[in-house]
């Protein structure tokens, strides 16, 4: 995942990373994501959030409780 998070996205790779980590089964990966938003590689921590904000609204649920 950070491999593809190193370069400027497409919006074809933002919406795979989306299908990837879609559902409760895979909040593993969804939590791989939320910690490359903290990767000492700007434009990394930068797609990790940007892809976030492409997050389907049942996802965002996951999300919600990272607020604080």
């Known amino acids: 995942m950070k491999t593809l998070l190193t ?11 989306c ?17 490359l938003t903290l990767d000492a590689d700007r434009r990394v921590a ?7 904000t492409h997050f389907a609204a049942a996802d965002n649920v996951w999300l919600f409780a990272k607020h604080d």
Do not use: D, P
């Open 46 to 52: 930068v797609n990790a959030l940007w892809t976030f």
């Open 19 to 35: 299908a990837s980590t879609h559902g409760a089964h895979n909040n593993h990966l969804k939590e791989e994501l939320y910690q």
């Open 7 to 17: 370069h400027r996205l497409s919006q074809s790779e933002i919406m795979q990373l």
